[in-house]
């Protein structure tokens, strides 16, 4: 379906005004003055139609419902509107579905059912969405109801699906177009540059489908500001080509330039070097998204209860990563015990006991011990335990 491309209104009557000057016809310029004053009122004037039928509607307020209607100031009618209500309705939207769709893409309402619609929607439907789920999908994204479905949505999709490996019944693309839209609203000659960029940059196969996935405006930012980001990732250790480039460029574009600065400080206020900062997120890239508040506790607990080194954490980042809550202070608490009680033969490395899994570190830490394993499960899984038992 073609798009037609009109020229402002504006535009026409200024070159109509003067062509009418040119011809000298003062009563021709006069009248295109007045209409050009006229439209402009129209245009900037609220529709009394619109507005009180999106407030009666939808319960908007008078602000918005203006804001709305000054946009369609030409419309004589709510009948185009209230049909493609019944449409949505039709699909299983909700009243909350339609009203957050509205007031996202309030054009909707003024579009074409059969002609603009309804193909957008099958499109959808084909993909996996439907009932609920589309109507939770478009009340966020109703402005892709009004994409041009030839040069935009089809090939958009065409190449996203290429891109996603092993995608069973497109759940990774349903995921990517909740997570980010604007994959549907550029031009696919960007998505496909990128795309071509990140795989000069060695990021292929699963890698590219897993950075789609978890962060998809990458594959429609400006190659400019990808190239970029590929490139702090450069200077902070990681290579083009390496294995873990994909993960830094994934962390680096997850945060804001002044966020990593002060994760980088709180390092430092540690006494950490600079150098050793870089260190410890080539090794475990995602360690920058992490929480202040968990990267704290972590060291805090780490440096100053355990007596850990500087330089353990700078090879073994990855102990900061895990949850304090679930995993490092309960096997702590247990080891306290077995300590005090006397029961282990010799202290065991806290980092290896820390990289057991669940039932390992029970089997070898507990359920060995039949006389203490009542006080050591409490200790090891209290916490757990009293929010069942309330």
């Not at 804001?67 to 009618?77: D, G, L, P, T």
């Not at 709510?78 to 939207?93: A, C, K, M, W, Y």
């Not at 080539?282 to 209860?305: C, D, H, I, Q, V």
Request: glycine share 4%.
């Amino acid at each position: 379906m073609k798009m037609r491309i009109f020229r402002p209104f504006s535009l026409l009557l200024h070159e109509m005004k003067f062509a009418a000057n040119m011809n000298s016809n003062p009563a021709l310029f006069n009248l295109l003055s007045l209409s050009s004053k006229r439209l402009s009122t129209l245009s900037s004037s609220p529709n009394p139609i619109i507005v009180n039928y999106l407030i009666q509607t939808f319960g908007f307020s008078q602000t918005l419902a203006n804001s709305i209607s000054n946009r369609f100031w030409w419309a004589k009618s709510t009948e185009n509107p209230q049909s493609v209500i019944h449409f949505l309705r039709d699909l299983g939207f909700s009243e909350a579905h339609i009203r957050t769709s509205v007031r996202v893409g309030p054009q909707i309402l003024f579009s074409d059912i059969d002609k603009t619609l309804k193909p957008k929607v099958q499109f959808f439907e084909q993909l996996g969405l439907v009932g609920a789920d589309l109507g939770k999908f478009i009340s966020k994204n109703s402005k892709v109801l009004t994409i041009s479905l030839e040069k935009k949505l089809v090939p958009c999709i065409e190449i996203l699906k290429k891109t996603l490996s092993d995608d069973e019944n497109n759940g990774d693309l349903i995921r990517v177009l909740r997570r980010c839209t604007w994959v549907l609203s550029r031009n696919p000659e960007l998505l496909l540059s990128n795309i071509a960029f990140l795989e000069s940059c060695g990021i292929v196969g699963s890698q590219l489908s897993m950075l789609l996935t978890r962060q998809p405006r990458l594959f429609v930012i400006k190659q400019s500001t990808l190239k970029d980001l590929v490139s702090r990732a450069v200077d902070m250790g990681f290579s083009i080509e390496s294995r873990m480039l994909v993960y830094a460029l994934y962390t680096i574009s997850c945060l804001r330039d002044e966020t990593l600065r002060k994760k980088f400080e709180l390092f430092r206020s540690w006494g950490f070097t600079e150098q050793e900062c870089i260190e410890m997120f080539r090794r475990t890239p995602g360690l920058l998204r992490a929480s202040e508040e968990k990267l704290k506790l972590g060291m805090e607990f780490f440096m100053n209860t355990m007596k850990f080194e500087k330089t353990l954490l700078v090879h073994r980042p990855t102990i900061l990563m895990l949850s304090m809550e679930d995993r490092v202070i309960p096997r702590y608490r247990v080891l306290q015990i077995l300590k005090s009680k006397r029961l282990l033969k010799r202290e065991p490395s806290f980092i290896n006991v820390l990289s057991l899994t669940d039932e390992e570190f029970l089997d070898k830490f507990i359920s060995r011990f039949a006389d203490d394993a009542e006080e050591l499960l409490v200790a090891y899984k209290g916490h757990t335990l009293q929010e069942v038992d309330e």
